[in-house]
């Protein structure tokens, strides 16, 4: 059964508020080289910077809920996405989208209303990049409304103490609402040190990213492991990291 680390406390209306200043994350003991790494995964809640179109266009419409479904690095500097944008009333949102300087290209795909998708070309987030500096992997939907957006975020504690620290030195409103944490039998970590070390390189060399920037193949080459070897260790990974994921949106 999954330990959830007391990290908020209940505001007005119920809600999750975070402590003033440092959230108390719990205290661990170092952990010792080939002892198996804790990950966990985090519900963050984030003010959208004011000078994107994602902020603009959700403080606009302060009723529509717009979730991310997709994201890939595009080119340099920007990225595609597929938004969907869930509305009481019907507008002309790839219209407004145009308007936007950090959007570059919108396509609509099915019939307009109060639900419906689009294609966006737009600059890279900075919420992408600071995820992708700092290993985290992002879990999708990303949902925004009125400003505000929610995502989950997957990685050691480490890091995501690290991914608050930087969001608030920004200046930006961060809600910790969840974070969700496997112990497994007799207090086994999520993966072993090894598959940790494996996932960790394979996330700086991009090879999670969509495209991938390398193959199974290099990732191999560089790691000098055979590429089967490599493949069911990245397998592991994946069905275990996903399996947490599933449980943390269960709970």
């Known amino acids: 059964m999954g330990t959830d680390f007391k990290l908020v406390r209940t505001g007005r209306a119920g809600r999750s508020r975070s402590t003033t200043g440092t959230v108390g994350w719990p ?7 080939g002892s198996s790494a804790h990950f966990i995964s985090c519900r963050f809640r984030v003010g959208i910077p004011a000078d994107t179109w994602s902020y603009k266009f959700s403080k606009n419409h302060p009723e529509a809920l717009v979730e991310v479904t997709h994201r890939m690095d595009w080119e340099k500097g920007r990225s595609l996405e597929n938004i969907r944008v869930h509305s009481p009333e019907a507008g002309a949102w790839e219209d407004e989208l145009r308007t936007f300087k950090d959007v570059y290209d ?5 019939p307009p209303g109060r639900f419906c998708n689009l294609h966006v070309v737009t600059q890279t987030p900075m919420f992408a990049l600071l995820l992708r500096r700092l290993n985290l992997m992002w879990r999708l939907p990303i949902n925004f409304r009125d400003g505000v957006s929610t995502w989950v975020v997957i990685g050691t504690e480490e890091n995501i103490r690290r991914l608050e620290e930087e ?9 910790i609402e969840h974070v969700h944490h496997k112990s497994g039998e007799k207090g086994r970590a999520l993966l072993t040190h090894r598959q940790a070390d494996i996932f960790r390189k394979a996330m700086a060399a991009g090879y999670f990213e969509v495209p991938r920037h390398i193959t199974l193949t290099e990732l191999a080459d560089q790691q000098g492991m055979a590429v089967s070897s490599l493949s069911e260790i990245l ?4 069905k275990k990291i996903l399996q947490e994921a599933q449980a943390a949106f269960l709970t």
């Open 27 to 33: 205290g661990r003991k170092k952990r010792s080289r």
């Open 106 to 110: 919108v396509e609509m795909f099915g």
């Open 167 to 175: 969001l608030r030195s920004q200046s930006l409103d961060v809600v």
């Open 235 to 238: 397998a592991v990974v994946e």
